[in-house]
């Protein structure tokens, strides 16, 4: 599904990326891991061809991403941007109908289907009761969960997620990535997606990808990438890693850097309070 071949690229004159490759199977689900400033953003927008890369290849099917047409690749892949949608004045049904672009002539009609493809995605995200609300009387996460209701209007193939669980609590979160599992195995749909919280990749996600210092520290299932070396080695913090009781993914316990009983911290404090 995704090739990419000695991928690099810089971003206002510093080096993100420095010559990766990987491939990608159709019908899986990857995450994308690593520190802030990473390239993991970035290294998503080179996947959807939106940014050219500053040499190497994405091949999407065996196709430079780039040598797509925007429409024709909107047929079959889709993207969760980073952040949700603006709070602008179209309703929630509209927004979600946006997603079936791709699928309309030049006067924006479509023939069939469009319908149906909506009422889904507005019933598997909890939306149905707000779809006439208009986005900008939504909190942040209501517009995160139609952002991806548009998306999985769109019937894509291939779904690229930046970051999707942005301000959502924990059990949206849960409910969010459980749907886009469910969506994945039901359809053999490939997605690929952006997470900063590692206990949520390691549950979803079949494989991972950790981006550090510009290449790839480690890329595999959960079980061979999430231990104590990888997220001293790019996170520079302390954890216990163990397996998940139920699924026994790994799961991380961070440690704190000041030993137990350290009251240095408190003690730095209360002498500041005392400088006049």
Known sequence: MIEVVRLTKSVAGKSILRSISFTMQEGRMYGIIGANGAGKSTLLQLLTGL??????????????????????????????????????????????????????????????????????????????????????????????????????????????????????????????????????????????????????????CDELLVLHDGGIEAFGPPAAVIRPEMIQAVYGANAIVLPHPDTGVPQILLQSAVPPGNDIITERWIERKRVP
């Open 51 to 204: 940014e050219p890369p500053d040499s190497g290849e994405v091949l999407l099917r065996g196709r430079e991403a780039r040598a797509y047409k925007r429409k024709e690749l909107a047929k079959w892949t889709a993207m969760l941007q980073q952040g949700g949608l603006p709070p602008v004045g179209f309703t929630v049904r509209e927004v979600v109908t946006m997603g079936r672009f791709p699928y309309q002539n030049w006067i924006g009609e479509e023939t069939a289907g469009g319908g149906e493809a909506v009422d889904a995605a507005l019933e598997a995200m909890g939306l149905a009761g707000m779809q006439h609300r208009r986005i900008d009387q939504l909190s942040g996460g209501e517009r995160q969960r139609v952002a991806l209701a548009k998306v999985m209007a769109q019937e894509p193939e291939l779904l690229m997620l930046d970051e999707p669980t942005t301000y959502l609590d924990i059990g949206y979160q849960v409910g969010l990535l459980d749907t886009v599992k469910q969506w994945q195995r039901e359809r053999g749909l490939t997605v690929v997606a952006v997470l900063h919280d590692l206990n949520l990749a390691a549950h979803y």
